[in-house]
């Protein structure tokens, strides 16, 4: 008799780094759940998003699909035409429901696979949460008009703590509604549940007594390259673009508030997860819980905020994968070899047992039952221009060393992940460097042959090619 399909909890940040988890060492965050979990399982330190930014990082990961495969290589409205994750266990019986933030598909597509939404974007007017923050609360107009009250903006770094009921914060309700939605399915069927956050994206307004907690401490710097010409950096009052000099109690705050937010998003799902572990006991199936995001926050380090760029406070995110004894993964594993978003889907599909499509993830379930190969040998990042032509990249990691080559100009860098895991020292600019550097480029030069925009000629790479963030692809 076949064993039955697991029950699959997602858990969804937006916009939160890879090492703001107590369990890598973070100096001041504390995440005791998400910390649990990694002991139950799989700590992917060097899981990234390919494309980091909301709309096509959020692709990848229901498509299993690269962007240079889905051709939305950047931040560009794009609808999806291809099977979807929760597109496939729909078919294969699973109950798919998204609660919280959308996911962020523009336009929006009915089709992808979700048979119940719930949304809460926080940044919206009149979906499901804001609806429900103004019945509770009529005096606040709802998020829009909260935000707006509070002097805050939703990509910007200004913070103060949420002045309204704790138990209407965005992240609360999402937490509270995914529990109803555990309590309330039908067990004879299993269950997709994706638990999409806004938090820690901004507007950064965690709870009052996190974000004082955070003020409190002693808070970490932020990484300096030695690339970087700090003078030109326009102040914090500019507020404009990602490039920007955060220092002072402007950053100090900002910090509180993205940190606060992380701690407060650990708390709200341990009862989440705690209830959908025991629906699964008392339904006698297995269980899997994932942690990961769309992408992170560079959070001052190097000069910048928000994100689209290849460093690893904005490629780099939290990637972690529990779950029950019958399944048999290892425990506390630490894998270091690069992974991706793309990597979920051809992992849940054969732990459900249902037949995949052709896709550019891997499944990660043999590393997960402790086979010691790396996943692959290297893995291709990439982002079109947002916010201006200098910011698009290519970028290449083997776990251990990172390269990047901008299109625009041709500029290179290379840095040691182990030894300098905060990319403080650029190789690239080290005369003894020059054959490691020759080897990473060619590598980039393999990696781009016969892309559409005409990056390489198979033998050199070739600056100033257009780089629009939607590329045609042939069809599926």
């Not at 919280?100 to 919206?124: A, F, K, V, W």
Request: aromatic residues 8%.
């Amino acid at each position: 008799m076949a064993a039955p399909a697991p029950d699959i909890l997602l858990l969804m940040p937006d916009q939160m780094r890879g090492d703001a988890l107590s369990a890598v060492g973070h100096p001041v965050v504390r995440t005791p759940t998400f910390d649990a979990l990694a002991m139950h399982g799989a700590l992917f330190r060097r899981a990234y998003s390919t494309c980091p930014s909301c709309i096509p990082a959020r692709l990848s990961l229901l498509t299993g699909t690269f962007p240079s495969t889905s051709g939305l290589v950047g931040y560009a409205p794009f609808k999806n035409n291809r099977p979807s994750l929760p597109g496939l266990l729909a078919q294969a019986g699973y109950a798919t429901v998204l609660v919280g933030r959308n996911m962020h598909q523009n336009p929006p597509n009915p089709d992808i696979g979700y048979t119940q939404e719930i949304l809460g974007s926080t940044y919206l007017n009149d979906d499901d949460y804001d609806r429900a923050l103004k019945a509770a609360a009529p005096e606040s107009g709802g998020v829009r008009a909260t935000i707006e009250r509070l002097g805050l903006t939703t990509n910007f770094w200004q913070a103060k703590p949420w002045d309204l009921p704790d138990a209407l914060h965005p992240t609360t309700w999402v937490a509270r509604r995914s529990r109803q939605v555990v309590a309330e399915a039908a067990t004879e069927r299993p269950l997709f549940l994706t638990a999409s956050f806004y938090a820690p994206h901004p507007p950064l307004f965690p709870p009052k007594d996190l974000f004082e907690k955070y003020l409190a401490a002693t808070l970490p710097p932020v990484a300096r390259g030695d690339w970087v010409k700090w003078e030109n950096l326009p102040p914090a009052s500019s507020q404009k673009g990602q490039r920007v000099r955060l220092e002072g109690d402007t950053l100090r705050k900002a910090q509180a508030g993205y940190f606060g937010l992380i701690e407060h998003l650990d708390a709200q799902v341990a009862p989440l997860i705690a209830d959908f572990t025991a629906r699964s006991a008392r339904a006698h199936r297995p269980w899997v819980v994932i942690l990961c995001t769309d992408h992170g926050e560079m959070l001052g380090d190097h000069g910048f905020f928000r994100k689209c760029e290849p460093y690893e406070g904005s490629a780099n995110i939290p990637f972690i994968i529990a779950a029950s004894p019958e399944l048999k993964f290892a425990a506390a594993l630490r894998p270091m070899s690069p992974v991706c978003l793309e990597d979920i889907m051809p992992t849940l599909l054969e732990l459900a047992a249902v037949p995949s499509p052709r896709l550019d993830g891997v499944s990660l379930v043999p590393v997960l039952r402790g086979a010691s190969a790396p996943v692959r040998a290297l893995l291709h990042l990439e982002h079109a221009a947002t916010y201006g032509p200098a910011q698009a990249f290519h970028a290449l990691t083997d776990g251990r060393h990172k390269f990047i080559w901008r299109p625009a100009d041709g500029s290179e860098q290379l840095f040691d992940l182990e030894r300098d895991p905060r990319e403080e020292r650029d190789l690239a600019r080290a005369n003894s460097a020059g054959a490691a550097v020759a080897l990473w480029r060619a590598r980039m030069v393999q990696q781009l042959a016969g892309r559409p925009e005409g990056f390489s000629d198979g033998q050199r790479l070739l600056a100033g090619r257009p780089y629009p963030s939607v590329q045609k692809r042939p069809a599926p």
